[in-house]
């Protein structure tokens, strides 16, 4: 039964986990909104969200970031820039200026990835351990580009180094455009792959990157109600805690008890 959280206590919800909490992480992608679209985003959805990416380098360019990340921040989610904009750091060789511009903003986690540039991966696991000294890391595995094909023991190795090294979650690429990675051109999932790593590594230490309803639907029945999943867009958080909850067709069935699937 769902508690006062919700407008009615509807019966046969499935359990959803509450913030702080490990598993059932919702991940969302800013991509440069105002400060009063962010106003409104938080008020609607925040109790639904854990972590705010500003994607790639928008917060480079983006009018009110410290204002925006202030928001977010006093409404109890954790704020990074994207790991595009590390990577945009560290080719240019200036990670100290990286650690300046994070720290400046006030931000309180961060994202270390290699998806657009070739970085050895003991570099990328020492970046890691010096940001994990001071913020909550999440680490990306998996290539930007597509048809760029990484070995399932590689990406498995990859996400235990990564862990290991201080993340506290591993990024499952698919990029906001759900089209590589973890996901076929098409949008489909790779499921020999998904199959892999989770065998390997602990279904609660992965955000699976899933900006397609079909996708997330696919994860949510595969997982359930309390899966980690990434790439959400600011206006589809809502849309997806229903699909989280059964309370959209795409997932209506699946977690209801089997006495009631049957026809009225």
């Not at 059932?24 to 009063?36: H, P």
């Not at 001071?134 to 048809?147: H, I, M």
Request: charged share 25%.
């Amino acid at each position: 039964m769902a508690g006062s959280r919700y407008n009615f206590e509807i019966a046969h919800l499935p359990h959803r986990t509450t913030k702080p909490r490990n598993e059932g992480v919702t991940m969302v992608m800013d991509k440069g909104i105002s400060l009063r679209q962010a106003e409104d985003f938080v008020n609607t959805s925040a109790d639904f969200v854990d972590f705010v990416k500003l994607g790639f380098g928008t917060s480079i360019i983006t009018k009110n970031t410290k204002e925006k990340i202030k928001l977010y921040r006093d409404a109890g989610l954790k704020v990074y820039v994207g790991g595009t904009l590390f990577e945009a750091f560290v080719i240019r060789n200036q990670f100290d200026g990286y650690l300046k511009y994070i720290d400046n903003l006030g931000l309180n986690s961060a994202e270390v990835s290699d998806g657009s540039i070739e970085l050895e991966h003991e570099k990328k696991c020492e970046y890691i351990s010096k940001l994990a000294k001071n913020y909550t890391v999440l680490s990306e595995v998996g290539s930007k580009e597509e048809g760029v094909i990484i070995h399932p023991a590689r990406w498995i190795k990859m996400m235990q180094n990564e862990l290991q090294a201080g993340a506290s979650k591993v990024i499952a690429e698919a990029r906001e455009s759900g089209t590589v990675g973890i996901f076929h051109k098409n949008g489909s999932a790779h499921t020999l792959l998904i199959n892999r790593i989770v065998n390997k590594i602990k279904i609660e230490n992965i955000i699976w990157e899933t900006p397609q309803k079909s996708q997330q639907v696919y994860f949510l029945k595969l997982f359930g109600s309390n899966v980690n999943l990434g790439n959400i867009g600011v206006d589809d958080v809502i849309s997806l805690e229903t699909l989280r909850l059964g309370l959209r067709g795409d997932t209506f069935f699946t977690f209801l008890p089997e006495a009631l699937k049957q026809p009225l």
